[in-house]
């Protein structure tokens, strides 16, 4: 069993990595960098800015990989330290010192229009920005990990101690993050803030965010409740305490200093509506269970009335559910909901807060599914008939009811155990199109937004997740199966 879980562990790592870098080479050689701005309110606002606008492109390329950019006032700190009474001034001396320096350092040096103000950038080759890519993806975090010059007295360790603000917790010192390992009443319980993903920086759509924070962050109207701050002092506030990080000694303003007592000052909002990823996942797994819910009794009256017609009507109505394209399904019980179930036809009509927002979506993605669950069992047990245990269970009196329900069943329990993650999966990765059409906040949604968008790093951030899951998803399906019957020894299939 070690073997095989080993050996799939390492199949799945590399999966994940070839269908991530094969969409990152895609994306960042194929799509055009100029696009990145199509759709860019504030740069079109800036057009007749010159210097402003080339340091906006700048900026936007450097974080999203393109290239390396110095500023004006990093380029002259930088070749200061090896040329004293180096200055910014646009003239012959300093453009010679300038031009000098970049070349040897493989930097281009340019200017900006009005100004004449240096600066310097350096294209990253795509191998170089898949490596940096990996390489800064998991951020672990330690009390080592604060840089503050203003703060050297600064206490660097890890504590488990009882916290008045979050309880019990191991609370760090000289972290990014204060409180490391917390607990409270929201699933999963116990939540940590040592290991981080980091897939990088958001833009043109929800620019300067981090990605995992747009994407597992909660969305829609902040929610302010009244607080008690480390220093006694009670307001209404968003802020999500357990989220708080260091923040520089020079920059801590007057109010965080009179709400809290040490530089963990940086906080993240509560939101009343859940993540994107939360939301696709409930959709996804309850979609899933009232497929398998509708589709399997179904399929088993299917089975035992096999030519009868029961079977075939349900034939009839599988064929047509199949026929339909997925678009003109989705707008037709759309259609039936709305008008004739006073459901919304639209997720914001009631938003989060409202279970009726999320009946049509999930309903029609679960029953996507339905059709191929129906055919896939129906055949399995169809097969099953004719096995030798099915014989000896007519021969001992048993009836058709008993004989399908405690024996085929039974056994077709077995690859129906392995096949409910990788359903989860589909439904989640699945719902592109439903997320759309009624607009709901989810990661389905997000992709094609983020493709549409040129929001690059989204993108890429939602191939990895979804590869990630997916590939979970099968190593799950097989330790169900064998958890469901002994008889399976998976250890067998790693050699």
């Known amino acids: 069993m070690k073997r095989y879980l ?21 994306i960042y050689t194929m799509v055009p960098r100029r696009n990145v701005f199509k759709d860019d309110i504030n740069y079109g606002k800036l057009k007749g800015k010159p210097d402003e ?25 930088t070749v200061s330290k090896e040329h004293e009474g180096l200055t910014g001034e646009p003239n ?72 008045e603000t ?16 917390y607990f409270d009443k929201q699933f999963p319980f116990i939540h940590q803030n040592i290991v981080h993903l980091n897939l990088g920086v ?18 829609g109207k902040t929610d ?66 009232l497929a398998y819910g509708i589709g399997i009794p179904f399929a088993m009256l299917m089975a035992r009335y096999k030519g009868k017609l029961p079977d075939r009507m349900g034939i009839g109505l599988v064929t047509v559910l199949i026929s339909v394209p997925s678009l003109a399904f989705i ?63 007519k021969a001992k009196g048993l009836n058709a009811r008993e004989i399908a329900r405690k024996h085929i069943f039974k056994n077709a329990a077995i690859p129906i155990a392995n096949q409910i993650p990788a359903s989860i999966i589909g439904a989640i990765t699945g719902a592109t199109i439903t997320e759309t059409v009624f607009a709901v906040p989810g990661m389905g949604k997000m992709l094609p937004d983020s493709i549409l968008a040129n929001n690059n790093p989204m993108v890429i951030a939602l191939v990895f997740i979804f590869t990630t899951v997916a590939v979970t998803s099968i190593l799950v399906g097989d330790l169900t199966m064998a958890m469901v019957d002994p008889r399976i020894n998976l250890a067998e299939r790693g050699e």
């Open 224 to 289: 302010s409740q009244e607080l008690t701050f480390p220093t006694g002092v009670t307001a209404k506030s968003a802020a999500n305490l357990t989220t708080r990080q260091y923040q520089q000694t020079a920059k801590l303003s007057s109010k965080e200093k009179r709400l809290f007592n040490d530089n963990y000052t940086l906080t993240q909002n509560n939101y009343r509506d859940p993540s994107m990823m939360a939301m696709s996942f409930t959709m996804g797994i309850i979609a899933v269970l």
């Open 166 to 181: 979050v309880g019990w917790a191991l609370v760090g010192s000289g972290t990014q993050y204060k409180y490391q390992i």
């Open 53 to 77: 606008l080339s340091v906006y492109e700048n900026t936007a390329f450097s974080k999203m990989g393109y290239i390396d950019y110095l500023p004006s006032n990093e380029l002259i700190a």
């Open 331 to 393: 707008y037709f019980f759309r259609f039936i909901g709305s008008n004739f179930l006073g459901l919304p036809d639209s997720f914001p009509t009631f938003g989060a807060g409202d279970i009726r927002s999320f009946i049509l979506p999930t309903v029609i993605l679960g029953m996507l599914s339905i059709s191929n669950i129906v055919i896939w069992i129906r055949r399995y047990m169809i097969d099953q008939q004719s096995a030798d245990y099915v014989k000896f269970a």
């Open 6 to 26: 080993s050996f799939r562990i390492l199949r799945s790592i590399i999966s994940i990595f070839l269908v991530t870098t094969i969409t990152y080479g895609v």
């Open 92 to 163: 012959a001396e300093n453009t010679a010192i300038l031009e000098k320096w970049s070349k040897a350092n493989g930097w281009t040096l340019q200017q900006l229009p009005i100004s004449k103000a240096f600066y310097a950038t350096k294209d990253i080759p795509l191998p170089q920005r898949v490596f940096r890519f990996y390489a800064n993806m998991i951020q672990i975090d330690h009390p080592w990990k604060v840089k503050d010059p203003d703060n050297p007295d600064l206490e660097r360790s890890l504590r488990f101690t009882k916290d």
């Open 202 to 219: 958001s833009y043109p759509t929800f620019a300067g965010q981090d990605v995992m924070e747009v994407v597992t962050g909660g969305q």
